[in-house]
């Protein structure tokens, strides 16, 4: 499908214009991560930098989609404590032209207690959009736990960013689907004025119960990753390595990434340094007894290109499951962006970027798809790669995005900001 495919033609974007106008003041975003703690890389992110540049615009911490459980290990004392830190912040300035909200709320699903938190919930938001001056808000959906608060709030228009299958999470086996993240993804579909898929697959879904509906595939800060694969300074615990360098940036957690992968491929090639960038989950920490692995832990998000340029190899070793099916990973294109051969297990947007990246399955044949990575890399193939990343900026997505909210009559007020 093409980005601009369904757009209508300019003689009915005015029609729908003058039938239905609404202009939005200010946006308020319901997050995907904590800004604090998370990647800034999400779509979520970016979009709102954009609309921070004209509008008072706040972004408002994920609210979660489950309760943290003891389980997790010290994952579990991780992320309650990063909670808790964010929670102390509460409103502030994000430093990149938007505020920044976390409120009380647990993310509990039935009975009076959630009934209960949603309301406080409610009342935290409403005094902080009235002392903040926002009257009309373009709401911006990123996380479906919002779809009980939503509908109390003062909106111009609801925009929800379907970047992800909430219903796949923490899927042990293929039918075992969370029915409650299913029943919020489609509520808050169905109050959405315009739903944003970035993936064909998550566009098929929302087609079925939404009323808008538009593919807008993941950008990427090109300049930002351009620039930093062209600076010869590697980061310092990558300095002193002499041999080739795979890598993998992002979080390494069981939902998304193939632990008995990468773990047979790490023993299988120990004349190569696997760098592994990124929070790991406890199973994954186990990786790190191999020595030929490195792992840094979290980097700020602009210090991630010095490391990705350092890769001589990019890898995404994703577990084959109904979440990875929906993705579209924003690193695809900040590999590319890089000039960087990426080795991939297969998923269904991969083939949008035709033969520019390395497709294997099974530890084998993934191991290999490194070795001819290795050997065909050429100047000519690098320059391909950033050419096609350059064309998928977050800025035209953004510009994408304008033009869907105009053809649904929700325009920018001009006098706002």
């Known amino acids: 499908m093409d980005p601009i495919e369904g757009l209508a033609d300019e003689d009915e974007v005015v029609t729908l214009i003058a039938m239905n106008t609404r202009s939005f003041d200010s946006v308020l975003c319901f997050g995907d991560s904590d800004w ?22 706040i972004y408002v911490n994920s609210l979660g989609v489950h309760i ?113 993240a299913q029943s919020q993804e489609r509520s808050i579909g169905e109050l959405a004025d315009l739903v944003v898929c970035s993936s064909d697959a998550l566009y098929a879904r929302a087609e079925g119960w939404c009323r808008s509906a538009a593919y807008v595939d993941h950008g990427v800060d090109y300049d930002l990753f351009a620039n930093g694969a062209a600076s010869a300074l590697r980061p310092e615990m990558l300095s002193g390595v002499t041999e080739p360098i795979v890598g993998f940036f992002g979080n390494l957690d069981g939902n998304t990434v193939d632990r008995a992968l990468l773990d047979e491929v790490i023993r299988s090639r120990p ?47 994703w577990l084959q499951n109904d979440w990875i099916k929906h993705c579209n990973p924003v690193k695809l294109k900040e590999y590319l962006a890089l000039g960087k051969p990426v080795v991939t297990t297969p998923f269904p947007e991969l083939a949008r970027c035709g033969n520019l990246c390395y497709q294997a399955q099974g530890a084998t044949a993934f191991a290999a798809a490194i070795d001819q990575a290795l050997s065909e890399d050429n100047a000519d193939k690098q320059a391909a790669r950033r050419e096609w990343a350059s064309r998928h900026s977050w800025d035209s997505k953004f510009d994408l995005v304008m033009t869907l909210l105009q053809q649904q009559g929700i325009l920018p007020d001009e006098h706002a900001g």
């Open 68 to 180: 943290p459980s003891v389980s997790e290990g010290r994952m579990f004392a991780r992320r309650v404590g990063r909670k808790l830190k964010s929670l102390a912040r509460f409103y502030r300035d994000g430093g990149e032209g938007f505020s920044v909200l976390t409120p009380v709320y647990a993310p509990i699903r039935s009975g009076w207690a959630a009934g209960a938190a949603r309301t406080a919930l409610v009342a935290q938001l409403r005094t902080v959009m009235s002392l903040c001056g926002m009257h009309r808000p373009l709401i911006w959906v990123a996380c479906p736990t919002a779809a009980g608060v939503v509908p109390r709030l003062p909106r111009a228009g609801v925009v929800y960013q379907l970047s992800d299958f909430y219903g796949g999470l923490f899927q042990e086996r293929p039918d075992q689907l969370d029915d409650t």
């Open 271 to 317: 004349q190569y340094r696997f760098a592994l960038v990124g929070p790991m989950a406890a199973d994954f920490e186990k990786l790190t007894r191999h020595e030929n692995v490195i792992a840094t832990g979290q980097q700020p998000y602009r210090a991630i290109p010095a490391f990705g340029a350092a890769f001589d190899v990019c890898l995404m070793p």
């Open 36 to 57: 604090w703690y998370h990647n800034r890389g999400h779509a979520d992110m970016q979009f709102m930098r954009r609309f921070a540049r004209r509008f008072r615009t």
